[in-house]
């Protein structure tokens, strides 16, 4: 990618709003075949019999071969031919988690096979990469002597050296997010291909142990990366964001607790952050860690992880110009935070703003933004108002996806779909050779580079479709990795979300009605009142879910110890309580409840409220 430097400054970006208006509607189903597809122009290795991006062919099939290793395959990162481990992990770990939340979505429409074969072919990559418990590769390639040429994948005749991490040359946020997209990824393959999920996990526990154990950067390890991906963000970030993703694929308590006990210490609850990307993990993880919080698996964490909510919500407060400090935007209504490929913070900020949306729904509850609480279909608007721009509604009318709609760029900043098929002209191209015939032509791209997110314009919605503008018309996979699942939601319309339920349970036949009145206890002198309400309910294939809250309340003038509560006529998941044989009792971070407070539980089921009654309890 031709990059500079990138000089980030961790404070928010204040505020020019301007909301788009929607010009008409859009084919998201077409856009997400089309964004998935790209994944497969950027393919480096022995291309698959199923290839579909027909001009492109194999292409690095002696990488890794001078260090003794396999490093064939992976992908490319953008438009240049170096194969580079960070961003490339965060794109798979982007595309896992896309499919984690929206792959029912992607199945309905028929692309569920082709997003699970992108996250393989970067995975399959990744564990040729680590072939030692404490040895990462993190690059193949130079992007210095890349960039002096213009050639083909096809044709590469610059340097392939291969580049690790190691005990002696640390990495962890190199081996942090790659633990991450190998335990995202692991998710995702678990119920198909349960053997190489746990390939994954394995890979992953032993790379955040590498990360955690060997600390430093991996840019002054591999010295190479620093004027192309350089990580100004240190790796404290990876480190959590690693752990997040092991603890959502093993709910393995160290994971849960790591973040819990680090959470002030590596900036999980300290950073108010306004991005998102590739070198800063800090939204997602509190995005992540607000979702482990709602769906009550926070424990003795809470207190802590509530700060990590704090923190996601002022993201999304600042996406949506409600905070206390807001993103950029451009007149048109784009988030704007650099000029050199902004659009890769438009897509992974809509992505959060998405999930967070679903999340809030799912447990009943709004944003707590500093203008006001926001209602969580605000944050979806947002979402879409972005993706809407991206596919033409602005003020160009120009789509920024290669292929999508009438106007879209057509001179690349692509050194493969710039230059004619090697399958149509296999006469070599060279170094130079390529910049003086092709780099240079004032002509449409003779491949199409369906699917591709570019660069996107400038501050002030401009844009120059040119080759040599590599800030604005180079596209990048993790521009495109977070639109899967944002393009997915919108295809599949409002229906049927539950971020917050782990697995799908059997529901009984007969789903009558729900009485949405309040469960009283048996006698109104009771010290012990339970109130129930329904809160949100949804259609899953044509079966209606609610979700309903119970609030046990001690009335008494005494702490409230040793409650049991029986619990009938459940169907489905519940939070906030733990079951003791035939009863459930206070949750492990709380022994007591005092006088005049209250404890929240939340279940979901498909028929109406369950049986909520006090079998046992002490005032102390």
Known sequence: MEKFVRLISMAPLLLLLCFPLALAGHDYGQALSKSILFFEAQRSGFLP???????RANSGLYDGKASGVDLVGGYYDAGDNVKFGLPMAFTVTMMSWSIIEYGKQMAASGELGHAMEAVKWGTDYFIKAHPEPYVLYGEVGDGNTDHYCWQRPEDMSTDRRAYKISPSNPGSDLAGETAAAMAAASIVFRHSNPAYASELLRHAHQLFDFADKYRGKYDSSISVAQKYYRSISGYNDELLWAAAWLFQATNNQYYLNYLGNNGDSMGGTGWSMTE?????????V??????????????????????YQQKAEYFMCSCIGKG???????????????????????????????????????????????????????????????????LGDNPRAT?????????????????????????????????????????????????????????????????????DNYEQTEPATYNNAPLLGILARLNAGHGGYN??????????????QPKITPVAPASSSSPIAIQQKLTTSWVSKGVTYYRYSTVVTNKSAKALTNLKLSVSKLYGPIWGLTKAGDSYVFPSWINSLSAGKSLEFVYIHSASPADVAVSSYSLA
């Not at 998102?276 to 997602?284: A, H, L, N, R, T």
């Not at 971020?499 to 009558?512: R, Y």
Request: glycine share 8%; hydrophobic share 35%; aromatic share 12%.
């Open 49 to 55: 019999n199923n290839q579909r991006v027909t001009w």
């Open 286 to 307: 509190q995005t992540l860690v607000a979702k482990f919080l709602m769906q009550g698996k926070a424990g003795r964490n809470t207190a802590v992880f509530e700060k």
């Open 324 to 390: 206390s400090r807001n993103a950029q935007k451009t007149p048109g209504g784009l988030i704007f935070r650099q000029r050199w490929n902004n659009m890769q913070f438009v897509t992974s900020a809509s992505f959060l703003a998405t999930v967070y949306s679903d999340y809030l729904t799912s447990a009943g509850k709004t944003l707590n933004c500093a203008a006001a609480n926001v209602a969580p279909s605000e944050l979806l608007s947002f979402a879409k108002s972005q993706v809407d721009y991206i």
């Open 399 to 467: 789509s920024y996806m290669v292929g999508y709609g009438n106007n879209f760029p057509q001179q690349v900043h692509h050194r493969a779909s710039s230059i004619v098929s090697y399958k149509k002209d296999s006469s070599f191209v060279s170094c130079r050779g390529g910049y003086a015939t092709w780099f240079s032509r004032k002509a449409s791209d003779p491949n199409l580079l369906t699917g591709a997110i570019v660069g996107g314009p400038d501050a002030y919605d401009n844009f120059a479709d040119q080759r």
């Open 499 to 512: 971020q917050l339920l782990p697995v799908v349970t059997t529901q009984p036949k007969v789903a009558p």
């Open 276 to 284: 998102f990307g590739w070198d800063v993990k800090y939204s997602g």
